[in-house]
């Protein structure tokens, strides 16, 4: 699996940001930060300045005064975000302890990498997803079956 972001990841980040409009995005593993996109932007794509963003990582990364301009909030642990009612997950880098923190997100959709995908079959993937790909990597955006496409 792979564990390093990339430019691409973040393509895939905005473009999934476009097609969505989501009203918040939690960045699981705090990938925004890790490419240093603390002015929330890429080229001359930028996050809507009505989306909330939110980040999930380990205590240290809530130590850095960086990245409290770049989040509107920044957690340690997926519970402490449950009643946030946050539309988009990003989960761009694989680690087994952000894998357990992605699947117990409570997000609508979910994008990350395909290869991540056989990891989330227990999250309740709804039978419709969408696949898309950024040169040759492959991504998918997961909607919970318990959430209607709507809401």
Do not use: H
Not at 78 to 84: A, G, I
């Amino acid at each position: 699996m792979k564990n390093k972001v990339t430019l691409n990841d973040m393509i895939a980040l905005f473009d999934a940001i476009d097609n969505i409009r989501p009203d918040s995005v939690l960045d699981i593993g705090m990938s925004m930060a890790k490419m240093n996109l603390t002015a929330r932007q890429l080229g001359n794509r930028s996050l809507p300045s009505q989306t909330k963003l939110f980040g999930l990582g380990d205590d240290d990364d809530c130590t850095f005064p960086i990245y409290q301009t770049m989040y509107d909030a920044i957690y340690s642990d997926p519970s402490e975000v449950s009643d946030k009612n946050i539309m988009l997950g990003a989960f761009l880098s694989y680690t087994e302890d952000y894998s357990d923190k992605a699947k117990a997100s409570d997000v609508r959709y979910m994008l990350l990498p395909f290869s991540f995908v056989s990891d989330f079959e227990d999250w309740g993937v709804a039978e419709s997803s969408g696949v898309f790909f950024i040169e040759d990597d492959k991504y998918a955006i997961l909607r919970r079956r318990d959430v209607s496409p709507e809401t």
